[in-house]
């Protein structure tokens, strides 16, 4: 596969000082693994010499797949050196970079399982479970309010198809109607007889009181909203009082 590293670097989204030192590809197992680190930079005679800075210990993240290439990308940065807001590097507790992390947030924004994140981005079920109880336990974000409008909110007032006549998914308030938000915060309390959405109300609220990202919390807002949209056949008890509020 003819590719150089300024065209890899390139398709990586890497802005100066940082540039591709090497890669490494495995076409048995379609993988790339690319090495990542700070320009060297020129003396005498366009001889090569070190940064002034001293590098840390090299952080491996996968990235997001390059034309079917899963892509995993070992960053050689100073200790100091601020990586938030690059999307090919990631926290450092994380497995995954910061574009990477976007897409499965979107994907359990959108109800996806986590067996179906596996089996769409190839991700092993270990660290997509890892990066799933970080976000529940507010360990990680996904990004700041200024981006919430624009990656999350689309699509509030979606609902499915009525599912009965007397309750359906057209009874159950619109994502954005404030009611959610005073449910899962218990700032409001309903009469509640299904156990299951007893057990999710629990889990929910006990979340939310660790999470400060604004997309990770509208995550929260969408799973609960989902869970009447898909069952309000048996929620009419608990819909009549949202109704009412």
């Not at 067996?115 to 529940?136: H, M, R, S, V």
């Not at 509640?192 to 807002?221: C, G, N, Y």
Request: aromatic residues 8%; proline residues 5%; charged residues 25%.
């Amino acid at each position: 596969m003819a590719l150089d590293k300024v065209l890899l670097g390139r398709l990586l989204q890497l802005n100066e000082p940082w540039t591709v030192r090497d890669f490494r590809f495995d076409p048995g197992s379609r993988r790339i693994d690319v090495w990542i680190g700070l320009e060297v930079q020129r003396g005498w005679f366009g001889l090569g010499r070190k940064s002034a800075e001293p590098e840390g210990a090299e952080r491996v993240w996968r990235h997001i797949d390059l034309a079917g290439w899963r892509t995993h990308l070992r960053v050689l940065a100073p200790p100091d050196a601020d990586l938030s807001a690059l999307p090919w590097a990631g926290s450092a507790d994380m497995p995954f970079s910061q574009a990477l992390s976007k897409q499965v947030f979107a994907l359990f924004n959108e109800g996806v399982s986590l067996n179906g994140i596996c089996a769409i981005t190839g991700i092993p079920l270990q660290e997509l479970w890892k990066f799933k109880y970080a976000l529940d336990q507010g360990k990680t974000a996904i990004g700041d309010a200024n981006r919430m409008a624009s990656a999350v909110v689309p699509d509030l007032t979606a609902s499915a198809a009525p599912v009965g006549d007397a309750v359906g998914a057209d009874d159950v308030p619109d994502l954005a109607d404030p009611i959610w938000l005073q449910l899962i915060e218990g700032q409001r309390d309903i009469d509640i007889r299904a156990l299951s959405l007893k057990l999710l109300m629990t889990r929910l609220r006990s979340q939310m009181e660790l999470i400060t990202d604004d997309e990770v919390r509208m995550l929260k807002l969408r799973e609960l909203h989902r869970y009447f949209v898909k069952n309000a056949r048996m929620l009419g008890h608990e819909l009549s009082q949202l109704r009412t509020h």
